[in-house]
């Protein structure tokens, strides 16, 4: 391909009425759908699972991701292809490249899919990762151990989400034993230094062929086994933390020179440091609260991202908090969303002490009927613990009443934190 003919592949204008591929048929890929389809998109997914959570409200081909033939059919009935995932095939990848038009380019997949050349990445455009070490055997595993010290977080380079594909390496003991397991994938591995952060924040931006960049409000996020909890924002930090939030996240978006969306999810310490943990090239869970909290949500810019429309106005509406709702939540959230009755009866709080602790907690009361819960299932078939099957956005005054809402209503019981 010249490069003449590239430049124009890079800034082509997908207008409305267009048909938006999408390899991946899960929740991302559904709220995507959503939102792309106000604006009178067509969409297309591929999923190997019939009547996934996005093949519901969209057309879908039911076959593996892997799978060529299909990638090929995807790309003929599609004007423009994204994914919802990163862990995307480099062969159907490069197949899709060639036969249709994919504005997200392969090069950040291939970034992004790898934790080594992510955090290489993110250090050529002179942002902080945790200190690390490439480890290809055990030696090389006891040296970073010393270097940098213990505990140390043991990663595989791919593959891994949600927690899975690491250890966290607490004494000489352990080298070997987590060598084992993690190396059995036959993946590299990378040994990063544990971070004592204080809080976990992120932050979403969206970059169009154009060049233009626009970042969503900084999330803070609680991680219960490593999965995500809750979404507060604004962040509970101050105004300087959010800026500089802000700033390396534009600067990212710009280094990498992507389109779409780009997650950065963000390790703030004591002393005001701020070090990327991750980068994801997709919407990302973090964000679910701009769909009720934002003038235009990550999804909606995601398909205003890579169809190279003008970016929408990002601004925060409300104070917000996001609560996952996994497997073990959604029986729960289905009996509470049938009678409305979110809370106890009687409206005292059930668990005083964390009353005691949460802001203004003696208008307790007053302050829970304020909180707005917008509730977002997935049309999951079956549910299994720890697997997302919605999220709610409590829409609020303050977060702490929102907080304390989660707390209230007993379904994340021995969640809270
Ligand atoms: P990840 O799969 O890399 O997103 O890690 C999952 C969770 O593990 C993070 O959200 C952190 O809570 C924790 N974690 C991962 N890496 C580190 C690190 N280097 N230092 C401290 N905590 C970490």
Redesign the pocket.
């Known amino acids: 391909m010249t490069r003449e003919t590239k430049e124009t592949k890079e800034h082509k204008t997908i207008p409305s009425g267009s048909t938006i591929g999408i390899l991946g048929g899960g929740q991302l890929g559904r709220m995507m759908t959503l939102a792309g389809t106000n604006l009178g998109y067509r969409f297309v997914t591929l999923d190997p699972t019939p009547q996934s959570p996005c093949g519901q409200v969209a057309r879908q081909i039911v076959a593996a991701y892997h799978d060529q033939d299909a990638a090929r059919k995807l790309a003929e009935v599609s004007d423009v292809i994204t994914y919802e995932f990163e862990n995307v095939d480099a062969q159907v990848a490069e197949l899709l490249e060639q036969s249709s038009y994919v504005p997200q380019g392969s090069k950040l997949l291939y970034t992004t899919q790898h934790r080594i050349r992510e955090k290489q990445a993110i250090e050529a455009a002179g942002v902080k990762v945790?200190p690390y070490a490439v480890i290809q055997n055990v030696q090389d595993l006891r040296s970073a151990v010393d270097e940098l010290g213990l505990p140390s977080?043991l990663?595989t380079a791919t593959g891994?989400?949600d927690?899975k594909g690491?250890w966290v390496i607490r004494s000489e003991q352990e080298i070997e034993p987590a060598f084992a397991q993690l190396s059995q994938g036959g993946t590299e591995l990378v040994l990063?230094?544990?971070?004592p952060?204080i809080k976990?924040l992120s932050v979403i931006a969206a970059r169009n062929p154009q060049g233009e960049i626009s970042t969503f409000p900084v999330a803070e996020n609680i991680?219960i086994n490593?999965i995500l909890h809750t979404s507060i924002v604004p962040a509970r930090v101050s105004e300087n933390i959010l800026e500089k939030a802000n700033a390396l996240a534009v600067n990212l978006a710009e280094s990498l020179g992507m389109v779409g969306l780009l997650a950065v999810?963000l390790?703030l310490t004591e002393a005001g440091e701020l070090y990327v943990?991750?980068l994801a090239p997709r919407p990302h869970n973090s964000g679910h609260y701009t769909m009720e909290a934002c003038t235009t949500s990550q999804f909606e810019q995601h398909v205003r991202a890579i169809c190279n429309l003008p970016l929408g106005e990002a601004t925060l509406l409300t104070p917000v908090v996001m609560v996952n709702v996994l497997g073990e939540h959604v029986e729960e959230v289905q009996a509470r969303l049938l009678t409305g009755k979110w809370l106890p009866e009687d409206g005292h709080p059930i668990d005083t002490e964390y009353a005691e602790h949460a802001e203004h907690a003696e208008h307790a009361e007053i302050i829970l009927d304020d909180v707005v819960p917008k509730v977002h299932l997935y049309g999951k078939e079956g549910t299994a613990p720890k697997r997302k099957m919605g999220h709610i956005n409590l829409l609020c005054k303050d977060v702490e009443a929102a907080l304390l809402w989660i707390q209230q209503t007993n379904i994340w019981r021995n969640q809270n934190q």
């Open positions: 945790a977080v990663k891994g989400y927690g690491q990063e230094q544990f971070i952060f976990e991680h490593n999810e390790f943990n991750e």
